[in-house]
């Protein structure tokens, strides 16, 4: 039976998180303290046992223009004894609708494998690249006229705030954290013993990186910066602070492969799926006019039907038919209908998926948090 969880279930949900997940016992306690909201969170239960459990966050993400509010999907884990029966689809699904009933019409997260959740439509609508610098590799030269050092995040998080703000802006599906949201983000890092660094160009600050250290190697989770100059002034002073390698974590248009330092490696993967819970709502956030489409979702029956682009039920005929995932990657720039129409993914008559790439077309989309 699916529901929501109650606050008064939080041990025993942080004990399916501590048997599930290989998350540290400071991270799980500081995220059934600060992060831990029942009502969003949905559980399956059987025989009066929690066999299933989806937390979930509000935020708020950025889509184009819009700033719509959503919710982070996490630590989704399904009992041993319990797998196998689909209560995991069962429960997202349900979620789905749980959601839209709250006024939530998006959601995000980071799923360990992607095909688990493709029968749901939760589809691939942001990249992240990690940049890798070996020991071995050549310690970068710090640009000329910049400068890097480690501060105390506490006493700057204005400024560090600032900085995430600016730069997170020329990306879609990104969260468009509040204030309150950014000094969470920093305490969910400093739970794990985070440092931060920044560079400063001409006594301006231009660019962090939240990084741990508990080994030789460093990482970095978070790194925010006006251009690639300022990445390249991060990576230089985090390299030479390092004795193993180090790992960044980066917005997928940080670097070129032809413009990396000697030595690193570089990847850019899908890291981040989403959906649509309320159809209607998005589409009037987006704000254009001209083009009905035929819209499926399996989870969710009200989003389902023809609609306008501008959001109202049609009953013309549809230019285009796709599922509400496909629907999603166009929604936040991540895919264009031409190439999804190209690769026989959505249905389209001729010229429609043109028209729809000049209303929405492609963006890099990039998305931090994960939870």
């Known amino acids: 039976m699916f529901r929501h969880a109650e606050y008064k279930e939080k041990d025993e949900l942080y004990s399916i998180w501590r048997k599930i997940f290989a998350d540290s016992q400071s991270f799980a306690s500081w995220f059934f303290s600060e992060r831990f909201v029942p009502y969003y969170t949905a559980v399956w239960e059987e025989g009066g046992r929690i066999a299933c459990v989806s ?12 700033i719509l509010p959503a919710a982070l999907i996490a630590g989704v884990a399904t009992l041993p004894e319990y797998r196998g029966r689909g209560i995991m689809r069962a429960t997202l699904a349900a979620q789905m ?9 998006l959601v995000v997260h980071r799923p360990e494998n992607f095909a688990i959740y493709r029968s749901l439509c939760h589809y691939p609508v942001a990249d992240k690249a990690f940049l890798t610098l070996p020991s071995t590799a050549p310690r970068p030269m ?39 949201d950014f000094a969470l983000k920093y305490r969910d890092y400093a739970a794990d013993g985070v440092n931060c660094a920044v560079a400063y160009y001409e006594g301006e600050a231009i660019g962090y990186a939240f990084y741990s250290q508990t080994t030789p190697d460093i990482e970095c989770p978070e790194v925010m910066a006006k251009d690639k100059m300022a990445y390249d002034a991060l990576v230089a002073y985090i390299a030479s602070i390092a004795e193993g390698d180090v790992t960044f974590a980066l917005p997928p248009d940080a670097y070129a492969p032809d413009g990396l330092p000697a030595g690193a490696k570089l990847n850019v993967a899908p890291r981040t799926a989403g959906c649509i819970t309320d159809v209607r709502a998005v589409l009037r956030a987006l704000n254009k006019e001209g083009l009905t489409l035929e819209v499926i979702d399996p989870s969710v029956p009200q989003n389902s039907g023809v609609f306008d682009i501008s959001g109202e039920p049609s009953s013309a ?19 264009s209908a031409s190439g999804l ?4 993914l959505i249905e389209t008559e001729s010229g429609a998926a043109a028209e729809l790439d000049q209303l929405l077309p492609p963006q890099s989309c990039y998305f931090i948090d994960e939870y």
């Open 97 to 105: 609708r749980h959601l839209r009933e709250l006024g939530i019409p």
């Open 55 to 66: 937390h979930a966050l509000p935020v708020h993400v950025r889509v184009r223009g819009a």
């Open 142 to 180: 710090m640009p000329s006229g910049y400068v890097a050092t480690t501060i105390e995040p506490e006493s700057a998080l204005d400024v560090l705030y600032s900085l995430y703000s600016r730069a997170s802006q020329r990306y879609g599906s990104c969260m468009a954290r509040s204030f309150a």
């Open 341 to 344: 129409s190209e690769e026989g």
């Open 317 to 335: 005929p549809a230019k285009l038919r796709l599922d509400v995932g496909r629907l999603a990657q166009i929604a936040f720039g991540y895919a």
